[in-house]
């Protein structure tokens, strides 16, 4: 028999027989509603603990749940909350009562009496002083943090929650039950949600709940951190155990901070995946900062979609730095719209767009039915499917009344109003009062709609996405497994981290190999570019996700990231530079490549960005190319964007490239741009000045060394820092400036030589003169040939190679191909000019030298392997020669000389021409005459053929004297011969 007494609230231990000593009882555990007024609708907390360290734990969601529990005989100490809930805010709200006792359980029916009461929640069992305010414990303020590194009072933000928030947005609250004996999962008494109500930029939450917040580990709860608004189940991202120390000690334990305010509890934790408060970048000073900035793009009010050039680079800007309000535009929903608007012969004259974000209305079809000269406007509707007529004429009348978009306007609205749906609907005029000019595009569909969703996560942008790694899991991981500072991260070997569940994920460490951009603070001086110091690398289930560079001195505040994310269709990949040195200044550069392969949804889209936040200016920059190829509609194209922002406008410069012209037309913002336009920051129109400035600096990435589409569309994404601890890409055995500085510069060398213009034609080498500007003219050689920038070199004379150049026609066209997967360097190859060992393992000292094989386009011929060597020269990259490079030649060419054994006998009175031949007729050599005589022979130097051609005029005779000189000023060699006429 069970015994059961209606006091306040009951423990009952009990059984149908007497037991003998040793034998477990069943322990009743319920409470009352029905005893002395006393209400229990706010649930209750029931704990036990056994002098042998048996313990359990349950809660009562309401006042009417009873649960059985089998304790060991012994000595047990009982302890119990209540709440009232009068208010009806859900349960651990209202008046707290408590009740501490203990009891001898032999096996004989015992009856704990739990005597409930307020007075007893003062007791320190219960609560710490800071969070009672009389025998009442404080209502909760809930602070969820990246880190807790930065918290020292009540007053404490974790804030701006883009960086120092937590990762979720929101919580509940739970006292789960278990029977720590068995294991057992017992009943539990959970909170309702807390979340931000709609205002994502709040980290804190102001609560009713009233919780046992103690320093003794008694009442362990967990906080259960949901990524939506509504604590979804199935968006559980993480569980903090909190005063489980002392019952449960093998479970890690989340790190909190507690103070009180006005009888108010300030509870501090650490929402960063795994709940620790320390952060290993916050030791180190290495916190990206929060960007301020004095004007920006206003929030999206609804998803994106086609749109002009505000749309399109807010878009890129929020991608980067994310939104004011922190929702994710994706989300807003759209409004179902005629995507072009609706047009007539001359422009775009009436928008028409649902008021709401909704997919309801899309298909709808607008036609517009032309009648000729003269009728009123009338109109017609369908329902099934929803279609709209507007019937129209040049003129209202034969007065005449001549057809307005006042007019077009009014009829749509009528029309939309027949068929019930005006309300859902606004019709827009763009060009009030104009007359139509016939005829309006015969027919328009509504359409792009959908309906809004729940905010999932803040949207941060990548940058915000990367400081949030730093600033919470990464930092507290590191910390965690006891690399406090940045310094004690190591440069090699793995750790495992168990994020519960069975879900571990490892980290891979090793040294930095990529070069810091040029435009970073303390990047060193070309050629010694600064690596970053140190890389740490996410490993899930096998498959690298993503890795960090980082430096822990110099410059700290800067870093490369890179991911992948590859999931069936889906495969989306980032490579970033960033330098961030305070709130106000920031350069953001990034790769983005995305790829869907889905039923009618195959695409591919490659985009380059550089973001510049100058805010003491104040300006921020942007730039963006991007290529996207619609491969389930065999539609390749492209478009470049760059806006300014600045005093409370946007300026913006856009240009569209079609397939054809992505490989030919360069992309230059200055000279090259199809529209532009000024904004408001709301978007508003405000005049036609754009931002026709180009990117300060070339894309960083190895293989990209010039921002145009045919490299964008060659280097992404098989180029990107490969996900790897090591890169393949670096030559074995060098630093990894040498690899970047050898293909870098051997794009620029070539991009620059085939853009040369050796007279009518980019790339075509005209005539002899041309032919000398290309291998041997100062401002255009290819080759060194001034005493300051030459090297000793043993090979053989590029003058073997003039044949490739030149033909009959003299004119050659030179096209190459620069892409970074059309050349091969040998780093078995790179030597000094003498052959002997690099200058440099770390950079690509002047005089390191290295073979290439290059694909290319000669005189009609394809070279897929056109092989030879280059060096590297002590020139400035970006005068005469781009890249400070130069093809090896022999420096003491031999010299330019007269075959004496081809001079020939002339004859007094000969007019026949005669012929000498030259040894070595480099390009730009000429020849000169002189006689003794009357008049000197006309003669001709064909450097193709390396002869002299002359022509006496006849007026010679027996002992004249020819003088015959070739000169070559350039190369400083020249050679004389005479000729004595018998």
Same mark, same amino acid.
């Given at each position: 028999?069970?015994?059961?007494?209606?006091?306040?609230?009951?423990?009952?231990?009990?059984? %149908?027989?007497?037991?003998?000593?040793? +034998?477990?009882?069943?322990?009743?555990?319920?409470?009352?509603?029905?005893?002395?007024?006393?209400?229990?609708?706010?649930?209750?907390?029931?704990?036990?603990?056994?002098?042998?360290?048996?313990?359990?734990?349950?809660?009562?969601?309401?006042?009417?749940?009873?649960?059985?529990?089998?304790?060991?005989?012994?000595?047990?100490?009982?302890?119990?909350?209540?709440?009232?809930?009068?208010?009806?805010?859900?349960?651990?709200?209202?008046?707290?009562?408590?009740?501490?006792?203990?009891?001898?359980?032999?096996?004989?029916?015992?009856?704990?009496?739990?005597?409930?009461?307020?007075?007893?929640?003062?007791?320190?069992?219960?609560?710490?002083?800071?969070?009672?305010?009389?025998?009442?414990?404080?209502?909760?303020?809930?602070?969820?943090?990246?880190?807790?590194?930065?918290?020292?009072?009540?007053?404490?933000? %974790?804030?701006?929650?883009?960086?120092?928030?937590? !990762?979720?947005?929101?919580?509940?609250? =739970?006292?789960?039950?278990?029977?720590?004996?068995?294991?057992?999962?017992?009943?539990?008494?959970?909170?309702?949600?807390?979340?931000?109500?709609?205002?994502?930029?709040?980290?804190?939450?102001?609560?009713?709940?009233?919780?046992?917040?103690?320093?003794?580990?008694?009442?362990?709860?967990?906080?259960?951190?949901?990524?939506?608004?509504?604590?979804?189940?199935?968006?559980?991202?993480?569980?903090?155990?909190?005063?489980?120390?002392?019952?449960?000690?093998?479970?890690?334990?989340?790190?909190?901070? *507690?103070?009180?305010?006005?009888?108010?509890?300030?509870?501090?934790?650490?929402?960063?995946?795994?709940?620790?408060?320390? /952060?290993?970048?916050?030791?180190?000073?290495?916190?990206?900062?929060?960007?301020?900035?004095?004007?920006?793009?206003?929030?999206?009010?609804?998803?994106?979609?086609?749109?002009?050039? #505000?749309?399109?680079?807010?878009?890129?800007?929020?991608?980067?730095?994310?939104?004011?309000?922190?929702?994710?535009? @994706? +989300?807003?929903?759209?409004?179902?719209?005629?995507?072009?608007?609706?047009?007539?012969?001359?422009?775009?004259?009436?928008?028409?767009?649902?008021?709401?974000?909704?997919?309801?209305?899309?298909?709808?079809?607008?036609?517009?039915?032309?009648?000729?000269?003269?009728?009123?406007?009338?109109?017609?509707? *369908?329902?099934?499917?929803?279609?709209?007529?507007?019937?129209?004429?040049?003129?209202?009348?034969?007065?005449?009344?001549?057809?307005?978009?006042?007019?077009?306007?009014?009829?749509?609205?009528?029309?939309?109003?027949?068929?019930?749906?005006?309300?859902?609907?606004?019709?827009?005029?763009?060009?009030?009062?104009?007359?139509?000019?016939? $005829?309006?595009?015969? &027919?328009?569909?509504?359409?792009?709609?959908?309906? $809004?969703?729940?905010?999932?996560?803040?949207?941060?942008?990548?940058?915000?996405?990367?400081?949030?790694?730093?600033?919470?899991?990464?930092?507290?991981?590191?910390?965690?497994?006891?690399?406090?500072?940045?310094?004690?991260?190591?440069?090699?070997?793995?750790?495992?981290?168990?994020?519960?569940?069975?879900?571990?994920?490892?980290?891979?460490?090793?040294?930095?190999?990529?070069?810091?951009?040029? @435009?970073?603070?303390?990047?060193?001086? #070309?050629?010694?570019?600064?690596?970053?110091?140190?890389?740490?690398?996410?490993?899930?289930?096998?498959?690298?996700?993503?890795?960090?560079?980082?430096? %822990?001195?110099?410059?700290?505040?800067?870093?490369?990231?890179?991911?992948?994310?590859?999931?069936?269709?889906?495969?989306?990949?980032?490579?970033?530079?960033?330098?961030?040195?305070?709130?106000?200044?920031?350069?953001?550069?990034?790769? =983005?490549?995305?790829?869907?392969?889905?039923?009618?949804?195959?695409?591919?889209?490659?985009?380059?960005?550089?973001?510049?936040?100058?805010? +003491?200016?104040?300006?921020?920059?942007? @730039?963006?190319?991007?290529?996207?190829?619609?491969?389930?509609?065999?539609?390749?194209?492209?478009?470049?964007?760059?806006?300014?922002?600045?005093?409370?406008?946007?300026?913006?410069?856009?240009?569209?490239?079609? &397939?054809?012209?992505?490989?030919?037309?360069?992309?230059?913002?200055?000279?090259?741009?199809?529209?532009?336009?000024?904004?408001?920051?709301?978007?508003?129109?405000?005049?036609?000045?754009?931002?026709?400035? /180009?990117?300060?600096?070339?894309?960083?990435?190895?293989?990209?060394?010039?921002?145009?589409? $045919?490299?964008?569309?060659?280097?992404?994404?098989?180029?990107?820092?490969?996900?790897?601890?090591?890169? $393949?890409?670096?030559?074995?055995?060098?630093?990894?400036?040498?690899?970047?500085?050898? #293909?870098?510069?051997?794009?620029?060398?070539?991009?620059?030589?085939?853009?040369?213009?050796?007279?009518?034609?980019?790339?075509?080498?005209?005539?002899? +003169?041309?032919? !000398?500007?290309?291998?041997?003219?100062?401002?255009?050689?290819?080759?060194?040939?001034?005493?300051?920038?030459?090297?000793?070199?043993?090979?053989?004379?590029?003058?073997?190679?003039?044949?490739? #150049?030149?033909?009959?026609?003299?004119?050659?066209?030179?096209?190459?191909?620069?892409?970074?997967?059309?050349?091969?360097?040998?780093?078995?190859?790179?030597?000094?000019?003498?052959?002997?060992?690099?200058?440099?393992?770390?950079?690509?000292?002047?005089?390191?030298?290295?073979?290439?094989?290059?694909?290319?386009?000669?005189?009609?011929?394809?070279?897929?392997?056109?092989?030879?060597?280059?060096?590297?020269?002590?020139?400035?990259?970006?005068?005469?020669?781009?890249?400070?490079?130069?093809?090896?030649?022999?420096?003491?060419?031999?010299?330019?000389?007269?075959?004496?054994?081809?001079?020939?006998?002339? *004859?007094?009175?000969?007019?026949?021409?005669?012929?000498?031949? =030259?040894?070595?007729?480099?390009?730009?050599?000429?020849?000169?005459?002189?006689?003794?005589?009357?008049?000197?022979?006309?003669?001709?130097?064909?450097?193709?053929?390396?002869?002299?051609?002359?022509?006496?005029?006849?007026?010679?005779?027996?002992?004249?004297?020819?003088?015959?000189?070739?000169?070559?000023?350039?190369?400083?060699?020249?050679?004389?011969?005479?000729?004595?006429?018998?």
């Amino acid at each position: 028999m069970k015994k059961i007494l209606f006091l306040a609230l009951l423990l009952t231990l009990a059984s %149908c027989s007497k037991k003998g000593a040793g +034998t477990p009882a069943k322990l009743r555990l319920l409470s009352s509603a029905m005893t002395a007024g006393l209400t229990t609708a706010g649930g209750a907390i029931i704990t036990g603990k056994s002098s042998t360290g048996e313990a359990f734990q349950m809660g009562l969601q309401l006042g009417s749940e009873a649960t059985d529990i089998e304790l060991t005989p012994g000595s047990w100490e009982f302890a119990a909350i209540t709440w009232e809930n009068e208010s009806g805010n859900g349960p651990m709200t209202g008046t707290n009562r408590c009740a501490l006792t203990t009891a001898s359980i032999e096996g004989e029916e015992v009856v704990v009496d739990l005597n409930l009461s307020p007075a007893t929640c003062s007791n320190s069992f219960f609560t710490k002083p800071i969070n009672v305010s009389g025998d009442q414990f404080n209502p909760l303020v809930l602070h969820a943090c990246s880190s807790l590194s930065h918290v020292n009072s009540f007053s404490s933000q %974790c804030g701006p929650a883009q960086f120092m928030g937590g !990762n979720n947005l929101s919580y509940r609250v =739970v006292f789960q039950g278990r029977n720590l004996s068995t294991g057992s999962d017992l009943s539990s008494l959970a909170s309702g949600c807390i979340n931000a109500l709609g205002d994502l930029t709040s980290s804190f939450f102001y609560t009713s709940y009233k919780l046992p917040i103690n320093d003794d580990g008694n009442f362990p709860f967990v906080i259960l951190a949901y990524e939506d608004l509504n604590c979804e189940a199935d968006d559980l991202e993480a569980t903090y155990l909190f005063q489980g120390s002392k019952h449960l000690p093998t479970i890690e334990q989340a790190d909190s901070l *507690t103070y009180e305010e006005a009888g108010e509890t300030h509870f501090f934790f650490a929402d960063n995946y795994i709940g620790h408060g320390g /952060n290993t970048f916050a030791n180190s000073g290495m916190l990206p900062p929060y960007q301020i900035l004095t004007d920006r793009y206003d929030d999206p009010t609804e998803g994106g979609g086609p749109g002009d050039a #505000y749309d399109n680079t807010r878009e890129i800007f929020t991608n980067i730095l994310g939104t004011t309000n922190l929702t994710s535009p @994706w +989300t807003l929903g759209r409004r179902a719209s005629a995507p072009s608007g609706i047009f007539d012969g001359n422009t775009t004259i009436i928008d028409i767009k649902t008021i709401n974000p909704t997919s309801v209305y899309n298909g709808t079809q607008i036609d517009f039915s032309y009648g000729g000269s003269t009728c009123a406007t009338s109109s017609s509707h *369908t329902t099934a499917p929803l279609s709209i007529t507007i019937n129209y004429c040049d003129n209202i009348d034969a007065v005449p009344t001549i057809t307005t978009t006042d007019d077009i306007v009014t009829e749509l609205n009528t029309a939309l109003t027949n068929a019930g749906i005006v309300s859902d609907f606004v019709v827009t005029n763009i060009t009030p009062g104009a007359n139509i000019a016939s $005829p309006i595009a015969s &027919s328009v569909i509504v359409d792009n709609g959908y309906e $809004p969703e729940s905010p999932w996560r803040r949207n941060t942008g990548l940058y915000g996405e990367i400081a949030g790694a730093y600033h919470g899991h990464l930092g507290a991981i590191l910390h965690r497994a006891g690399f406090l500072t940045c310094s004690e991260i190591p440069t090699s070997g793995s750790l495992n981290y168990d994020l519960g569940e069975g879900d571990i994920i490892t980290f891979q460490f090793s040294t930095g190999k990529i070069p810091m951009a040029e @435009w970073m603070n303390s990047s060193g001086t #070309y050629p010694v570019k600064t690596i970053f110091e140190k890389r740490v690398a996410f490993v899930e289930e096998g498959v690298m996700r993503e890795f960090y560079e980082f430096n %822990c001195s110099g410059n700290i505040l800067a870093g490369f990231y890179r991911s992948n994310y590859i999931d069936g269709g889906e495969d989306h990949r980032v490579e970033v530079y960033w330098d961030a040195q305070d709130n106000d200044n920031l350069i953001f550069e990034s790769i =983005v490549y995305d790829k869907r392969n889905e039923p009618g949804n195959n695409y591919e889209r490659k985009e380059w960005n550089l973001l510049k936040n100058e805010n +003491t200016s104040p300006i921020v920059e942007l @730039w963006s190319a991007r290529n996207y190829n619609d491969i389930t509609n065999s539609n390749n194209q492209g478009d470049v964007y760059s806006a300014k922002i600045q005093s409370g406008f946007i300026y913006t410069s856009a240009k569209h490239y079609t &397939s054809a012209q992505l490989t030919v037309e360069p992309i230059d913002f200055v000279t090259d741009i199809d529209v532009n336009t000024k904004y408001g920051l709301d978007g508003t129109n405000a005049g036609a000045t754009g931002h026709q400035i /180009n990117p300060p600096y070339d894309p960083s990435t190895l293989a990209i060394n010039k921002l145009q589409f $045919p490299k964008i569309m060659s280097a992404i994404p098989g180029n990107l820092a490969p996900m790897s601890l090591n890169d $393949p890409r670096l030559f074995t055995g060098f630093g990894p400036n040498v690899t970047y500085q050898a #293909y870098q510069r051997t794009m620029d060398f070539f991009d620059y030589w085939k853009n040369l213009d050796f007279g009518s034609n980019q790339g075509c080498i005209f005539d002899g +003169t041309g032919l !000398n500007e290309i291998f041997l003219e100062p401002s255009y050689y290819i080759f060194t040939g001034s005493e300051n920038l030459a090297y000793s070199h043993l090979g053989l004379s590029m003058i073997s190679d003039i044949s490739l #150049y030149s033909d009959a026609d003299g004119c050659t066209g030179i096209t190459w191909d620069t892409n970074f997967n059309m050349i091969t360097i040998d780093p078995a190859s790179i030597s000094d000019i003498a052959g002997g060992a690099p200058i440099s393992n770390t950079e690509l000292q002047p005089g390191t030298t290295f073979d290439f094989a290059l694909s290319g386009n000669i005189s009609g011929t394809n070279y897929p392997s056109w092989a030879n060597t280059l060096v590297a020269t002590n020139e400035d990259l970006t005068v005469v020669n781009n890249g400070g490079m130069r093809l090896v030649g022999d420096q003491t060419y031999t010299p330019t000389m007269i075959d004496g054994g081809s001079v020939p006998t002339v *004859t007094a009175g000969q007019t026949a021409d005669f012929f000498i031949n =030259v040894i070595n007729a480099y390009p730009g050599t000429t020849v000169t005459t002189g006689t003794t005589g009357t008049t000197p022979p006309a003669c001709m130097l064909h450097a193709a053929s390396g002869q002299i051609t002359c022509t006496p005029d006849g007026s010679q005779a027996a002992s004249d004297v020819y003088t015959i000189t070739i000169d070559n000023t350039d190369l400083g060699y020249s050679d004389t011969v005479t000729i004595t006429i018998p």
